[in-house]
């Protein structure tokens, strides 16, 4: 499984779901990028603007309107741009597409198409040969869904995508998959000082987690190889894994992955989600929470009853 192996002519697009997550994922990649000559874009989702705590503390201010969120969606690009300077990488093509923070698990399950629409025309605009974004195992819902979509784009049948190399990292959370299959990024003492630099210049983050974030720059940076589609469905060690066949519908599991049931002619009859970037087939699914008749519902199911596979179909036609 080789590391991504940059050169002059790469392009390598990296998606952050939030400012910080350029320096805390990638902070070693990009400077490896940097160093090769490779074009590179950095798309940041979200502006990071829901996160209150941080910004309570700085302004000793209780209630937060959306001016407060504003000025802090603001002060985040700041310092993402400032991170990107400091990894060596300010003539990056950098764009901040503003979607919710905190909510792009929202927008996946009620705005689906629009969003992959969007995600798509970014991705074919620029023309990357590698892209490098959350994997669907990150335990913080907008990576998760983030890498979900993605995921979504690359997998979807006739996709024009396949051309392109996948990789994927996790910020929150230790997946087992992940770390058996992932490879570190080789790194220099050097690197590893500018990535603490780059992860500094987020001085809104540090204020309360400051030794959390600090210690992203002591740790490996891991990333894992996403074969394309075809690759994925020849390899034997991953037989099982393939798209899911027919028309699907969307459920949110109890540990919140996003899972996808196919319909057989009157109930659910199996379900998939995605793992490390291609579909895994469930062996045993016992407890959804929420079930989905239409996308939109699945937003609002969080309060909905739990129901069990095992004693009746959780979705009737
Ligand atoms: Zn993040």
């Known amino acids: 499984m080789p590391l991504p192996l940059l050169k002059s002519s790469s392009r390598l697009l990296m998606f952050a779901p939030h400012p910080d997550d350029e320096s805390l994922a990638c902070g070693i990649l990009l400077q490896n990028a940097v160093q090769a000559g490779a074009s590179i ?117 006739g996709s024009d995508l396949h051309q392109i190399q996948r990789w994927s990292y996790i910020v929150h959370g230790r997946a087992p998959g992940f770390l058996r299959n992932a490879r570190a990024v080789p790194q220099m003492r050097r690197q590893a000082e500018t990535k603490r630099r780059a992860i500094s210049c987020h001085q809104s983050q540090l204020m309360l987690s400051r030794r959390r974030f600090l210690s992203y720059a002591a740790r490996s940076e891991l990333l894992l190889d996403i074969p394309p589609q075809e690759v994925a469905q020849k390899d034997r060690a991953r037989a099982r894994v393939m798209k899911p066949p027919g028309e699907a519908r969307m459920a949110v599991l109890h540990d919140g992955m996003v899972a996808w049931g196919v319909s057989g002619r009157r109930r659910i009859r199996s379900c998939w989600r995605i793992v490390n970037g291609v579909w895994q087939r469930l062996a045993r699914v016992t407890r959804f929470i929420g079930i989905c008749r239409h996308p939109a519902e699945v937003a609002n199911s969080r309060s909905a009853e739990t129901l069990s596979y095992a004693s009746k179909p959780w979705q009737k036609q």
């Open 41 to 157: 874009s950095v798309v940041y989702v979200t502006d990071g603007e829901n996160n209150p705590w941080p910004q309570r503390c700085l302004s000793r201010r209780w209630r937060l309107n959306p001016a407060d969120r504003h000025k802090w969606a603001k002060l985040r690009r700041q310092e993402a741009l400032a991170a990107l300077r400091v990894l060596g990488a300010a003539s990056a093509d950098v764009r901040f597409l503003g979607w919710p923070d905190q909510g792009l698990a929202g927008l996946l399950l009620s705005d689906r198409a629009s969003s992959l629409a969007r995600l798509r025309h970014l991705i074919v605009e620029w023309s990357p040969t590698d892209v490098v974004a959350p994997d669907v195992a990150d335990r913080h819902r907008d990576h998760r869904a983030l890498g979900v979509m993605l995921g979504l784009l690359f997998s979807g049948s």
